[in-house]
Antibody, heavy 120, light 107 residues
Framework: EVQLVESGGGLVQPGRSLRLSCAASGFTFDDYAMHWVRQAPGKGLEWVSGISWNSGSIGYAGSVKGRFTISRDNAKNSLYLQMNSLRAEDTALYYC?????????????WGQGTLVTVSS | DIQMTQSPSSLSASVGDRVTITCQASQDISNYLNWYQQRPGKAPKLLIYDASNLETGVPSRFSGSGSGTDFTFTISSLQPEDIATYYCQQYDNLPLTFGGGTKVEIK
């Protein structure tokens, strides 16, 4: 079955760090770019970061640049998001999403999300 | 960053009605425009890619058109299962950006 399963979310204090993981299965992981997209409670979708198939091309939203780091391990079929210096406005449901090609473009498969709550 | 402006932000229509949503980009994005459906409590789902191409398995009542800066998404005959929020998304330039969403309800 083709699926993405996120993990690592939780309650964290402002200024602290958290690492999200996404386990992929059912497709050839290293053929595709991968992304993180988030959705704050009751709000719309916001692309956070994306990484090409070979990690040669990486992009970030301005709101997280310098604080978040995306990475992937093709041998483990896994995607990661290291989130540092977390702020209240980072509170959201974080989705892992599969790209449709090797380059950063759009998303044809989504996980169910992992909730990150930043609060003291 | 490319801004994507969707309208309306919400709409109410009857079953069988034709529903149209528009999305305007702040600069020319060619046809690098996609549409997603997000049902309540669910992850988004790709419906239309490259402005007008129907994703495999998506019902033919959904369609998209446009190029450059102005795009349209249409449901030809609204069904109860189409209750959702719809988002446009551009991929001409990084950062990838979404429209604000259009919530579709049944009248």
């Amino acid at each position: 079955e083709v699926q993405l399963v996120e993990s690592g979310g939780g309650l964290v204090q402002p200024g602290r760090s958290l690492r999200l993981s996404c386990a992929a299965s059912g497709f050839t992981f290293d053929d595709y770019a991968m992304h993180w997209v988030r959705q704050a409670p009751g709000k719309g979708l916001e692309w956070v970061s994306g990484i090409s198939w070979n990690s040669g091309s990486i992009g970030y939203a301005g709101s997280v640049k310098g604080r978040f780091t995306i990475s992937r391990d093709n041998a483990k079929n896994s995607l990661y998001l290291q989130m540092n210096s977390l702020r209240a406005e980072d509170t959201a449901l974080y989705y892992c999403a599969k790209g449709v090609a090797a380059r950063l473009s759009y998303f044809d498969l989504w996980g169910q999300g992992t909730l990150v709550t930043v609060s003291s | 960053d490319i801004q994507m402006t969707q309208s309306p932000s919400s709409l109410s229509a009857s079953v069988g009605d034709r529903v149209t949503i528009t999305c305007q980009a702040s600069q020319d994005i060619s046809n690098y425009l996609n549409w997603y459906q997000q049902r309540p409590g669910k992850a988004p789902k790709l419906l239309i890619y490259d402005a007008s191409n129907l994703e495999t398995g998506v019902p033919s009542r959904f369609s998209g058109s446009g190029s450059g800066t102005d795009f349209t998404f249409t449901i030809s005959s609204l069904q109860p299962e189409d209750i959702a929020t719809y988002y446009c998304q551009q991929y001409d330039n990084l950062p990838l950006t979404f429209g604000g969403g259009t919530k579709v309800e049944i009248k």
